[in-house]
């Protein structure tokens, strides 16, 4: 068995778990995507006269997979329709908070001065305040809801990257193919494009990798309070806020969806690590 396992990890370059490990995430995020499509229901529509009905697991009479909520509706569609919602926010999120991050980043190490003194003031300002503090001011001022979620994962999300590309900067614009671009007549903006930018690929992909199982539970832990999504559309953090008062007969309700959640966030966190470990120059050299 084991000699097996290293015939497969010779031939794809990847280890047996972290293929597993991907291969369910992308199966599970395919087919949440594809729940309106695959399962077209209204989310607030109830049928109480199934109400509270057992998991298919635990009651082989029963139709449904994963029991019903206390208004009767499936809990099997609203866990892929909760992974589809938390999932996007995340991503979403992480994509804003990237792309805004890349940019003070670059500002604060190419322009220096004065620039790089504010857009550090700042990324530590942020850096200083809690991640759900931010979000539960966000959220009692300016409303709950999709888009909210998003702002506030890229406001909590965007001086990690600031910080690393602006450290990547000092150190790579000192280098002699830069100082030879610099001399040929390359603009700023050309070298960034052209040079930096590419060499901080790999550490920008590994950063989001990592960050987004974080953003994943910021977002469940924001519509558990209430100041995130609000019915009748569903996250993952519905879910569980929705099952927590069943806990003692219907303890499914929310075992489930923090199984599902949980899961998530092994998954990414683990295959962040990974690709943490292949493209980190420092710990190539190390190995």
Not at 43 to 56: E, H, K, S, V, Y
Not at 87 to 113: D, H, N, Q, S
Not at 136 to 160: N, R
Request: aromatic share 10%; charged share 15%.
């Amino acid at each position: 068995m084991s000699r097996k396992k290293k015939e497969i990890k010779i031939r794809t370059g990847i280890p047996p778990s972290i293929l597993f490990l991907t291969v369910t995430f992308l199966l599970i995020v395919g087919v949440s995507f594809l729940a309106p499509v695959l399962f077209p229901t209204d989310l607030g529509a109830t049928n109480l006269r199934a109400r509270l009905l057992a998991p298919g697991f635990l009651d082989p009479a029963s139709p449904y997979l994963f029991g019903t909520d206390s208004v009767g509706r499936d809990l099997t569609i609203r866990v892929l329709y909760a992974t589809r919602m938390t999932v996007k926010i995340a991503f979403t999120g992480m994509l804003f908070a990237l792309t805004f991050g890349t940019v003070m980043g670059v500002l604060a190490g190419m322009c220096g001065g004065k620039v790089d003194l504010f857009i550090t003031f700042l990324a530590d300002t942020f850096q200083a305040v809690p991640n759900m503090f931010i979000g539960i001011f966000c959220a009692c001022f300016f409303g709950s809801g999709e888009w909210m979620i998003t702002v506030v994962i890229a406001v909590t999300g965007w001086y990690h990257y600031t910080k690393l590309i602006r450290s990547q900067i000092l150190q790579l614009k000192e280098s002699k193919y830069i100082e030879c671009s610099r001399a040929m007549g390359a603009s700023g903006l050309r070298i960034v494009a052209e040079h930096i930018l590419p060499n901080m690929a790999s550490l920008l992909i590994v950063r989001a990798t990592m960050s987004l199982s974080s953003y994943i539970l910021l977002e469940s832990t924001l519509s558990y309070l209430g100041l995130g999504i609000q019915p009748p559309l569903t996250s993952l953090g519905v879910l569980i806020s929705e099952g927590r008062d069943y806990m003692t007969n219907q303890w499914w309700l929310a075992v489930i969806p923090s199984v599902v959640m949980c899961f998530l966030i092994l998954q990414v966190s683990l295959v962040g690590d990974w690709v943490r470990d292949m493209l980190d120059p420092k710990l190539k050299n190390r190995g």
